[in-house]
Every structure is written in structure tokens, then in C-alpha cells.
């Protein structure tokens, strides 16, 4: 996979994810009003507004990975490994486009 490809699928991705991010705060703004009066409900309003605050952190920490990655690209080190210098798997980046390491590196 070639850079510039890469780099297209990184800014799709990054599309993807700011969509889903927007998705979440209108939930959270829509939500954020008087609770129901049944205590039952509103155990489950919290529980699910407690679940859309953890999926948009999980967006915005992916969706600092992206740019995390386009920047690499830009500066033309997106190929290499962060800490070891190594050359990326090509296979890592199909899984993962917005890989910083290897394979090997990437395993704590």
C-alpha cells in the first residue's frame, strides 16, 4: 500500500470517525435534560449516556491515532516504525492504518 493511498484511507477514516463523534455529542446534548420520574428509567439514561461518553472517547483517542498517522505521512516517516525505525508490515497497515509501529514494537 502506497502512501498516498494510505493517506486517502486515513482521511476517509478520519471522516468515518468526526461523523461518529458528531453523532455522539447530539445524543449527549439531546440527553443531557430532566431525567425520567421512573427510577428504573432513569438508572438506564445514565447507564446509556455513561456508554456514549466511553464511545466518544474511544472516537476522539482513534481519532487522534489518525492524525497521529496523516502527520507521519506528511512528514514522510509514516512508513517507519516510531521506535525502532524498522519499515512498517505492510499487513499491519491493512489492519490498522493508522499504525506508528511495528509488529514487533507494538507488543508491550
Do not use: W
Not at 502506497?2 to 468526526?18: C, D, F, G, H, Y
Not at 440527553?31 to 432513569?42: F, H
Not at 445514565?46 to 472517547?57: A, K, P, W
Not at 505521512?73 to 499491519?92: F, K, P
Amino acid at each position: 500500500m502506497s502512501a498516498n493511498q494510505r493517506k486517502t484511507q486515513l482521511e476517509q477514516l478520519r471522516e468515518e470517525v468526526l461523523e461518529r463523534i458528531q453523532r455522539y455529542e447530539a445524543h449527549q446534548r439531546h440527553t443531557r435534560g430532566a431525567l425520567d420520574k421512573d427510577l428504573e428509567e432513569q438508572a438506564l439514561e445514565i447507564q446509556g449516556d455513561d456508554v456514549v461518553d466511553l464511545l466518544d472517547n474511544e472516537a476522539r483517542a482513534e481519532l487522534a491515532q489518525i492524525e497521529k498517522a496523516l502527520s507521519r505521512i506528511d512528514t514522510h516517516v509514516g512508513d517507519r516504525c516510531e521506535v525502532c525505525g524498522e519499515l512498517i508490515e505492510t499487513q499491519r497497515f491493512h489492519a490498522l492504518p493508522y499504525a506508528t509501529r511495528c509488529n514487533e514494537c507494538a507488543i508491550p
